[in-house]
Protein backbone atom coordinates (compact mmCIF):
# COMPACT_ATOMS: atom_id res chain seq x y z
CA UNK A 1 0.00 0.00 0.00
CA UNK A 2 1.50 3.26 -1.26
CA UNK A 3 1.83 6.67 1.08
CA UNK A 4 -1.73 8.32 1.03
CA UNK A 5 -1.01 11.84 -0.69
CA UNK A 6 -1.78 14.91 1.39
CA UNK A 7 -4.27 17.25 0.34
CA UNK A 8 -3.71 20.49 0.05
CA UNK A 9 -5.75 21.94 3.03
CA UNK A 10 -3.68 19.12 4.95
CA UNK A 11 -0.22 20.63 3.50
CA UNK A 12 -1.51 24.29 3.86
CA UNK A 13 -2.30 23.62 7.49
CA UNK A 14 1.04 22.01 8.44
CA UNK A 15 2.94 24.96 6.96
CA UNK A 16 0.71 27.68 9.08
CA UNK A 17 1.25 24.98 12.06
CA UNK A 18 5.10 25.43 11.41
CA UNK A 19 5.30 29.54 10.43
CA UNK A 20 4.83 31.08 14.16
CA UNK A 21 8.14 30.00 15.09
CA UNK A 22 10.06 30.85 11.55
CA UNK A 23 7.93 34.24 12.28
CA UNK A 24 9.40 34.46 15.77
CA UNK A 25 13.41 33.55 14.89
CA UNK A 26 13.11 35.98 11.44
CA UNK A 27 12.14 39.00 14.24
CA UNK A 28 14.48 37.83 16.64
CA UNK A 29 17.47 37.58 14.19
CA UNK A 30 16.41 40.78 12.16
CA UNK A 31 18.13 41.43 8.39
CA UNK A 32 21.32 39.02 8.62
CA UNK A 33 23.22 39.63 4.98
CA UNK A 34 24.91 36.40 5.42
CA UNK A 35 24.27 33.61 8.09
CA UNK A 36 27.29 32.12 7.60
CA UNK A 37 29.48 34.50 8.03
CA UNK A 38 27.56 35.44 10.94
CA UNK A 39 27.76 32.23 12.46
CA UNK A 40 31.91 31.98 11.84
CA UNK A 41 32.08 34.71 13.20
CA UNK A 42 29.83 34.28 16.48
CA UNK A 43 31.59 30.74 17.46
CA UNK A 44 35.16 31.87 16.55
CA UNK A 45 35.67 28.99 13.90
CA UNK A 46 38.36 30.44 11.31
CA UNK A 47 37.27 30.43 7.78
CA UNK A 48 40.24 28.62 7.16
CA UNK A 49 38.68 25.70 9.12
CA UNK A 50 35.35 26.10 7.97
CA UNK A 51 36.45 25.89 4.20
CA UNK A 52 38.79 22.68 5.19
CA UNK A 53 35.59 21.13 6.27
CA UNK A 54 33.65 22.03 3.06
CA UNK A 55 36.35 20.78 1.21
CA UNK A 56 36.92 24.36 -0.54
CA UNK A 57 39.69 26.67 -0.77
CA UNK A 58 39.58 29.62 1.58
CA UNK A 59 38.69 32.60 -0.64
CA UNK A 60 36.11 29.95 -2.35
CA UNK A 61 34.75 29.94 1.42
CA UNK A 62 34.85 33.93 1.11
CA UNK A 63 33.07 34.13 -2.24
CA UNK A 64 30.12 31.95 -0.58
CA UNK A 65 29.57 34.18 2.05
CA UNK A 66 29.13 37.66 -0.58
CA UNK A 67 27.24 35.03 -2.95
CA UNK A 68 24.78 34.76 0.63
CA UNK A 69 24.97 38.89 1.38
CA UNK A 70 23.86 38.94 -2.08
CA UNK A 71 20.95 36.52 -2.37
CA UNK A 72 22.92 34.75 -5.04
CA UNK A 73 24.15 31.42 -2.86
CA UNK A 74 23.17 28.17 -4.20
CA UNK A 75 21.03 26.03 -1.63
CA UNK A 76 23.38 23.23 -1.78
CA UNK A 77 26.22 25.21 -1.16
CA UNK A 78 24.27 26.96 1.75
CA UNK A 79 23.17 23.26 3.26
CA UNK A 80 27.04 22.30 3.13
CA UNK A 81 28.17 25.70 4.79
CA UNK A 82 25.44 24.61 7.33
CA UNK A 83 26.85 21.47 7.89
CA UNK A 84 30.46 22.22 7.87
CA UNK A 85 29.31 24.99 10.58
CA UNK A 86 28.01 21.84 12.26
CA UNK A 87 24.19 23.78 12.19
CA UNK A 88 20.81 22.80 10.53
CA UNK A 89 19.58 24.59 7.63
CA UNK A 90 16.08 25.59 7.85
CA UNK A 91 14.30 27.05 4.60
CA UNK A 92 11.04 28.24 4.33
CA UNK A 93 8.19 30.29 2.56
CA UNK A 94 5.96 32.35 4.45
CA UNK A 95 3.26 34.97 3.88
CA UNK A 96 4.27 38.86 4.64
CA UNK A 97 1.09 39.26 5.58
CA UNK A 98 -1.70 36.97 6.97
CA UNK A 99 -2.11 33.33 6.40
CA UNK A 100 -1.78 30.49 3.58
CA UNK A 101 -5.41 30.06 3.87
CA UNK A 102 -6.44 33.85 3.23
CA UNK A 103 -3.52 34.26 0.45
CA UNK A 104 -5.68 31.13 -1.23
CA UNK A 105 -8.98 33.12 -0.68
CA UNK A 106 -7.71 36.11 -2.51
CA UNK A 107 -6.11 34.00 -5.27
CA UNK A 108 -9.25 31.97 -5.48
CA UNK A 109 -11.25 35.49 -5.43
CA UNK A 110 -8.89 36.73 -8.12
CA UNK A 111 -9.28 33.90 -10.42
CA UNK A 112 -13.10 33.87 -9.97
CA UNK A 113 -13.01 37.79 -10.94
CA UNK A 114 -11.18 37.11 -14.11
CA UNK A 115 -13.65 34.26 -15.10
CA UNK A 116 -16.61 36.62 -14.06
CA UNK A 117 -14.82 39.29 -16.87
CA UNK A 118 -13.61 36.66 -19.24
CA UNK A 119 -17.48 35.39 -20.01
CA UNK A 120 -18.75 38.91 -19.63
CA UNK A 121 -16.87 40.16 -22.43
CA UNK A 122 -17.30 36.71 -24.17
CA UNK A 123 -21.03 37.24 -23.70
CA UNK A 124 -21.19 40.47 -25.43
CA UNK A 125 -19.23 39.72 -28.08
CA UNK A 126 -22.04 37.04 -27.95
CA UNK A 127 -24.97 39.38 -27.87
CA UNK A 128 -23.49 41.60 -30.83
CA UNK A 129 -23.80 38.71 -33.13
CA UNK A 130 -26.94 38.45 -32.04
CA UNK A 131 -26.36 34.82 -30.33
CA UNK A 132 -27.65 34.65 -26.41
CA UNK A 133 -25.66 35.01 -23.31
CA UNK A 134 -24.06 31.80 -22.16
CA UNK A 135 -23.74 33.16 -19.00
CA UNK A 136 -25.59 35.32 -16.36
CA UNK A 137 -23.98 37.45 -13.63
CA UNK A 138 -24.80 35.70 -10.42
CA UNK A 139 -26.28 38.91 -8.64
CA UNK A 140 -28.49 39.15 -11.76
CA UNK A 141 -29.71 36.19 -12.10
CA UNK A 142 -30.66 36.15 -8.22
CA UNK A 143 -32.09 39.51 -9.14
CA UNK A 144 -34.24 38.02 -12.05
CA UNK A 145 -35.41 34.83 -9.54
CA UNK A 146 -36.39 37.85 -6.97
CA UNK A 147 -38.65 39.37 -10.10
CA UNK A 148 -40.21 35.83 -10.93
CA UNK A 149 -40.99 34.97 -6.97
CA UNK A 150 -42.41 38.20 -6.79
CA UNK A 151 -44.63 38.07 -9.82
CA UNK A 152 -44.01 40.77 -11.34
Same mark, same amino acid.
Request: proline share 4%; net charge positive.
Given at each position: ?????????Q??????D????????????G????????????????? *????? +??G??? #?? $? %??L???? /?K??????????????????????LM?????????????????????D???? *??D?? +?????? #?? $? %??????? /???????????
Amino acid at each position: MGIAIETREQIRQRIEDALPGYRLGRAAAGEMPSWVRAVRQATGITG *KEIAR +RMGVSE #PE $L %YRLERAE /AKSRIELGSLRRAAEALDCEMIYALMPRKGTLAEMAARYRAERENALDIKRA *KNDDK +RECEGK #PR $L %YQDPQIA /ALHQLIRLAGL
